[in-house]
Each structure stands twice: as structure tokens, then as C-alpha cells.
């Protein structure tokens, strides 16, 4: 499938079995639902309408979205709102903090909208954030799957002086359907943030999703450039469509090729890989902070 013709089919497609995930339910989940309501705060689990929410809300954890809910990008894939952002909110640190803190969650990830109009892209709200839950919760691990801020290194240092243990940046699809699928990301400019991350010293993740119409051969090439730009950790997951307005699938990716993607993965060189169809780059993410999946 071409970049020209990746939204061209207006039909949707039957999931097929290894796909089909529990309703969320339990005494668990209710109580993460009830804190994230409670504090006003925003997932990227029900913004991103995640396949495994009902499995980590039930586990009492969820990957938080800081700096609101309206992204400055219209990327194809993704359910998150695009607009005009709302003046950024310098008490969501603390209330980010609290709610871990109350959750008692031992590793936390955080993740952003992008907010391109702001000179640092909201960097500075990262920073804020990574400190408060650092200093009400000493002893919580943190992953960040940050935004590119537009390649700005001054804005990728202040994440790097923050220090979580991991930094995570998403490639999401191959160069050739870049431009369709991500719109105002570049390629080449993310592989060059994960660089300047590991040279920061940082722990370094990205994911990539499938079935937008990539062939074997992109994937592999683009496995291979995320190693060659120091990527430590890799995700790769099956892309499902959230609403009949976003980019169709293509294809669902069996089990079995995840299975060989993972393989070819560990044959470039990673360490630590998650490769399957309900696999996001926050799933089982305490398990990235060492080389031992």
C-alpha cells in the first residue's frame, strides 16, 4: 500500500480471535478510574483507547498523559484530540505525583500531547512532572515516552537532567508512510532524538506499529535503523483503528510474524524486545528497564 492511497479504503475490518481483549472490571480498576477522575488527570490508556487497559487498570497502574488533552498533531492513527491546547496547568505535576503516590505504583509512565506552540514543547512541564513524582515518591521508577519537541535539543535536555530511568520516543510506522501516518513528525528527526537521548546517558525505547501497509523488508530496515541510532528498547505492536475517521488497517499481523520480527530484532542486536499483536510501548514496561524479556 502506497502513501498516496493508505486512507483509501473506507472499509473496516473484522478483528480476527488473538485480538480480543476482557472488558475492564474489578475492584482494582475501579479504584485507578475513580483516582484519574478524582484528579483530574488524563491517560493516554482511554485517550489512546488501549486494547490492555482493562489488564493494567485492573493491575492498579496507568500511563499518564501530562500537558492536557488537546495535541497540536493530527496524526492518522492516533485518538487523542487535536486543537488549540489550553494554558498549560502547572499544578499537574503535583496532582500526577499524588496520584501515584495513593496508587502506590512502583514503576509509573508518563507520556504528553505534543504542544508545538510552545517554545519547548511543554518541556519544562516534563521536567516539573519527572521532579514531583521524584520527590513524593522516591523510590517509583519512571519511563517518559516524550514527544520529538521538534528535534530542539535544549528541550531534550531538560528531560535528560531530569534523569528517568527510561526515555522512551516512538518511531510508530517506516520512513516511506511517515508522512501519511504521523503528518508533522520526520522520520529521520525522531531516530536523531533517540541518538542524542543515549548520548545524554539515557535508557533508550521507541515502538513501532504494524498493519498500516508497511512490507516485511521496511519493517526489518526500520528495525535496523532504530538499533543503529542506539535504541535500546523496541515495541512492536498491531495498529487497530480507533474511529472510522482514522487511517484503515491494512492488515493484521499474525502472531507468528511478530514472533519472527522479534527474533530478527534480537539478531540486530536488542537486548530487550516485546513483539505481539496487543503489545504498546507502555504494556509490561517495568519489565524495560533491564535487558531481561
Not at 542524542?196 to 546517558?201: F, Q, S, V
Not at 540486530?268 to 535487558?291: A, I, M, N, T
Request: aromatic share 6%; charged share 25%; with cysteine.
Amino acid at each position: 500500500m502506497s502513501e498516496e492511497n493508505i486512507a483509501s479504503s473506507p472499509i473496516r475490518k473484522n478483528k480476527p480471535d488473538w485480538l480480543r481483549v476482557k472488558l475492564p472490571i474489578g475492584a482494582n480498576y475501579l479504584h485507578v478510574r475513580n483516582l484519574v477522575d478524582k484528579n483530574k488527570l488524563h491517560t493516554i490508556c482511554e485517550s489512546g483507547n488501549c486494547p490492555n487497559m482493562g489488564e493494567c487498570w485492573g493491575a492498579g497502574t496507568a500511563t499518564f498523559m501530562i500537558l492536557g488533552n488537546i495535541c497540536t498533531r493530527s496524526c492518522g492513527f492516533c485518538n487523542v484530540l487535536t486543537g488549540r491546547p489550553t494554558e498549560l496547568d502547572w499544578d499537574e505535576p503535583n496532582r500526577v505525583a499524588q496520584a501515584i503516590n495513593l496508587m502506590k505504583v512502583k514503576h509509573a509512565v508518563i507520556t504528553s500531547v505534543n504542544r508545538d506552540e510552545l517554545q519547548d514543547g511543554g518541556a519544562s512541564i516534563w521536567a516539573a512532572t519527572i521532579n514531583a513524582v521524584r520527590a513524593l515518591n522516591p523510590t517509583t521508577t519512571l519511563e517518559t515516552l516524550i514527544p520529538d519537541f521538534m528535534g530542539k535539543q535544549s528541550s531534550l535536555d531538560l528531560v535528560i537532567k531530569a534523569h528517568p530511568e527510561v526515555v522512551s520516543h516512538n518511531i510508530e510506522t517506516v520512513e516511506r508512510l511517515t508522512k501519511a501516518v504521523r503528518v508533522q513528525a520526520k522520520y529521520q528527526r525522531s531516530l536523531e532524538v533517540i541518538k542524542y537521548l543515549k548520548a545524554g546517558g539515557m535508557r533508550t525505547k521507541s515502538g513501532l506499529m504494524l498493519g498500516l501497509g508497511e512490507t516485511r523488508d521496511e519493517i526489518i530496515a526500520t528495525i535496523k535503523d532504530l538499533k543503529a541510532h542506539d535504541c535500546d528498547v523496541l515495541t512492536i505492536g498491531q495498529y487497530l483503528q480507533p474511529t472510522a475517521k482514522h487511517l484503515p488497517v491494512a492488515d493484521f499481523v499474525h502472531p507468528t510474524q511478530f514472533a519472527e520480527y522479534k527474533q530478527i530484532a534480537f539478531e540486530v542486536g536488542f537486548k530487550c524486545v516485546e513483539s505481539g499483536p496487543l503489545v504498546r510501548s507502555s504494556y509490561h514496561s517495568e519489565k524495560h528497564l533491564v535487558d531481561n524479556i
